[in-house]
């Protein structure tokens, strides 16, 4: 059994590598892969305007590139201590194409926030209130623990000791409830603590029947008042300082943050956002995923080979030679389908390397923000392609060994795997493209996203952007599904049928 | 088991309402060249697919020394089968095509070149197959039934395409092959290809067996006692019958005599004065004797096809 498809293995490969028109095809995939990827497709104005216009987002104490813009009134606390204050108000304004407008983003964040410095990106420990996400505990941009979803007027607390912080939060400053407690590595013995406001930019998709067209988005602005103010511990300074950390830049409807003091009552306006860096709208540039934008053009040609690699043999009636030296008639399938997967893997596996180790060098030097991504998910990305490839040469195999007919096998595939990708994209609504991502073959392209999708990060999470629906092995499953699903059913008819 | 190294027994298959295989029985031995012979649509490659495995037969079953196909593990060195030479991927060289089908069987690749050289393609193994002629490609499919060295071979329609060099070629191969101990079976729907070709024919129609005999026994009984007259004498008809024989006009000045040795009706054309230019003794071709045997079938045929 294992010599006889090892021969048959071996067969199929020789079949493959001696038809010119399939390594051409081959080598179409590869260069489509690499060449879209290369190609300056889109510009930016990172860094093209000369020194000063470098896009450098500040890193987080995890080493992911973060945004760190927030309005701080605080002062030194050495050592353990806390504080508490009660947020009044959480009003907001947002900019629009006709000017300023009220209006609190859902991520509006005011609160309490112990940090290691005015330095963006580094480390820090918060309580807050948000426009509609309640009271949140979050730490070092990426951290974000749910508390009570309540509105003003609340109470907020938070209390250092050592290099953990808890947050707890309080709806008459008497009973109080702890949200959660964090530990912030990065805080040095002398932190800044204090009051903070931000506010993310407000994004909206524009929902058009047709496309995301409409991707509207602007900054926006928080004001909140604080009262009650109590602090325990050693606080060195006897004055508030206000600094804007990050933020929008110059210029902006909102450039003028401040805070204002009278008597016991601070009233704080603060915009941009302490967390994670997304990319797309809400966010700076692109994801490296990017470069591989040239995948969908590749994976055609990988379908026709895959479709005709058996349609071929029944158009000629060369599958009775084959089966007549094979009769076992699944091991031919499962040969085929090795030797053609394997082929469309290295394929992806090449390509997708060549591309990424060239094409964000590209984007870059066109002005394109590219958020880099970690050798692990580069290497998730490469091995991702590859098995998208390989996957779908087998799906269109199975197809192909099912339909019996090339052209029909190659627009069945391709309407499966591709079409799908393309519409979601590009025209289709971002529900429909979502849903689209989820069930169809094309739900694969998961595989290759590389931005993370942060639930406390507002933005246009679309397919456009490089964000998938489904978690990357998810998205590949569906598709293992999908072409187990065809292989099982072109085994039975392949077995049942008259050669 | 028997000598027999394909051996076809009750073979039923039907397409909807159409009967292709109607109890088809037969054996082919090792060592001769077996004509399997009917018209077209008669279920010679039906049987053929059959054999192989390709086609799933209703009832019946077909062996291969003494095993079904589909059970051998390198099945082309136990059959070799030439079915469709247009089987081919056009723009895969012969030689690669041939390397293919060695591969899947773990045949030495020296095997390739041998039977290139074998059919005489030696030359052009490495051209295109879609390039070459049906004469070219059938030759390349005698090589690849050859690949395995196989005690017995399968052809179906191997004369097709061919040029009269070709067919010379190819009948003195198939009889070399079988002289090698072989079992051959050709099948063709001439039955004229198969003289000085078979050693043995198997006669089908409508998916069956007509006739299974030796060459030489089947003409025998064809021949009967025709004797081919030449004359313009009319008064040859009641001569010949009032000695027992009947001649039937055949031509301006030819008769057909049956019922009498020669000598007796050149005895009695003499006697009776009667002039003629010729007495031939009838020597019949295959042809006529598969006409003849398949003259029944026909017969049978036309009731059956108003069904």
Not at chain 1, 2 to 22: D, N, S
Not at chain 1, 161 to 169: C, I, L, W
Not at chain 1, 176 to 199: E, K, M, Y
Not at chain 2, 13 to 23: I, N, S
Request: glycine share 14%.
């Amino acid at each position: 059994m294992i010599a006889e498809f090892g021969r048959q293995v071996r067969a199929e490969w020789t079949k493959l590598r001696t038809v010119p028109g399939w390594v051409f095809a081959l080598l179409v995939a590869a260069v489509a892969v690499i060449g879209l990827g290369l190609a300056p497709g889109m510009s930016g104005s990172c860094g093209t305007r000369g020194p000063g216009s470098e896009c450098k987002p500040p890193i987080g104490p995890g080493g992911e590139m973060v945004s760190d813009g927030l309005y701080l009134v605080a002062q030194p606390l050495a050592g353990d201590g806390s504080i508490t204050v009660r947020v009044a108000t959480l009003t907001g304004a947002i900019a629009g194409e006709h000017g300023k407008r009220p209006g609190l983003v859902p991520w509006a964040k005011a609160g309490l926030i112990m940090k290691a410095s005015t330095t963006p990106g580094s480390a820090y420990a918060a309580v807050m209130l948000t426009g509609s996400h309640g009271v949140r505990m979050q730490s070092d941009f990426t951290g974000d623990i749910a508390g009570p979803s309540d509105s003003p007027p609340r109470w907020l607390r938070l209390t250092r000791n050592g290099d953990r912080v808890t947050g707890a939060s309080s709806a008459d400053g008497t009973t109080w409830i702890t949200i959660g407690t964090v530990r912030v590595a990065g805080l040095p013995s002398t932190a800044q603590a204090g009051l903070f406001v931000a506010s993310p930019d407000y994004t909206a998709t524009a929902g058009g029947p047709f496309g995301l067209s409409g991707v509207e988005s602007g900054p926006a602005q928080a004001t909140a008042t604080f009262d009650h103010l109590a602090r325990q511990g050693q606080w060195t300074a006897s004055e508030w300082t206000g600094t804007r950390i990050g933020g929008p830049g110059n210029g902006g409807p909102f450039e003028h943050q401040d805070y204002q003091r009278s008597g016991d009552t601070f009233t704080v306006s603060g915009s941009g956002d302490i967390a994670p860096l997304v990319t797309g709208a809400a966010g700076l540039g692109v994801s490296i995923t990017q470069t591989l934008v040239g995948t969908f053009l590749g994976l055609v040609a990988i379908v026709v080979v895959g479709a005709l690699f058996v349609t071929g043999e029944y158009r000629r009636g060369l599958i009775r030679t084959t089966i007549a030296a094979r009769p076992r008639r699944g091991l031919v399938l499962a040969a085929k389908a090795t030797v053609v997967g394997a082929v469309s893997f290295v394929v992806g596996v090449v390509a997708s390397a060549v591309v990424l180790a060239f094409g964000v060098g590209v984007l870059r030097s066109h002005g394109v923000y590219v958020l880099p991504a970690g050798t692990g998910i580069e290497l998730r990305l490469v091995v991702g392609t590859g098995l998208l490839l390989a996957l779908s040469a087998i799906l269109a195999l199975a197809v192909g060994a099912i339909l019996r007919r090339s052209s029909a096998a190659v627009a069945g595939v391709i309407v499966l795997v591709t079409l799908p990708y393309l519409l979601a994209v590009s025209v289709l609504p971002l529900g429909a493209a979502q849903w689209v991502l989820r069930f169809s073959p094309a739900a694969a392209f998961a595989i290759q996203q590389s931005a993370t999708q942060w639930a406390q990060v507002d933005n246009v999470y679309a397919p456009a952007e490089g964000y998938f629906p489904l978690p990357p092995a998810a998205g590949l499953g569906v598709l293992v599904a999908w072409t187990a699903g065809a292989l099982a059913l072109a085994t039975v008819l392949l077995r049942r049928r008259d050669a | 088991m028997s000598e027999a190294t394909i051996e076809v027994t009750g073979l039923r298959k039907r397409y909807g309402a159409a009967v292709a295989l109607d109890g088809m029985t037969f054996t082919v031995r090792p060592g001769q060249v077996t004509g399997f012979v009917g018209p077209n649509g008669a279920g010679k490659s039906t049987t053929m697919r059959v054999i192989l495995g390709l086609d799933a037969a209703d009832e019946g079953r077909a062996l291969v020394g003494g095993r079904p196909y589909r059970a051998l593990r390198r099945p082309l060195t136990r059959l070799g089968s030439l079915l469709d030479a247009g089987a081919l991927q056009p723009s895969r060289t012969a030689r690669n095509h041939l390397l293919w089908l060695a591969h899947s069987q773990g045949i030495p690749v020296r095997r390739v070149d041998e039977t290139l050289e074998q059919v005489g393609l030696t030359g052009v193994a490495r051209r295109r197959a879609g390039g070459y002629s049906l004469g070219m490609r059938q030759r390349l499919g005698i090589a690849a039934a050859l690949l395995g060295e196989p005690p017995a071979l399968m052809l179906d329609e191997p004369f097709n395409g061919m040029d009269p060099e070709g067919i010379v070629w190819m009948r003195g191969f198939l009889r070399s092959l079988a002289a090698e101990g072989r079992a051959v079976l050709v099948s063709s729907h001439l039955m004229g290809e198969m003289q000085d070709t078979a050693d043995h024919v198997v006669v089908v129609g409508r998916g069956r067996v007509i006739a299974d005999a030796g060459v030489a026994q089947l003409l025998a009984g064809a021949a009967g006692d025709r004797i081919t007259l030449r004359t313009d004498a009319i008064a040859v008809a009641d001569v010949l019958q009032a000695e027992g024989g009947v001649a039937t006009r055949t031509g301006p000045d030819t008769w057909s005599v049956t019922g009498l040795p020669p000598q007796r009706v050149i005895a009695a054309l003499g006697a009776h004065g009667v002039p003629f230019s010729e007495v031939a003794a009838h020597r019949p071709s295959l042809e006529e004797a598969y006409l003849e045997l398949t003259h029944n079938a026909v017969d049978y045929r036309a009731p059956g096809g108003a069904r």
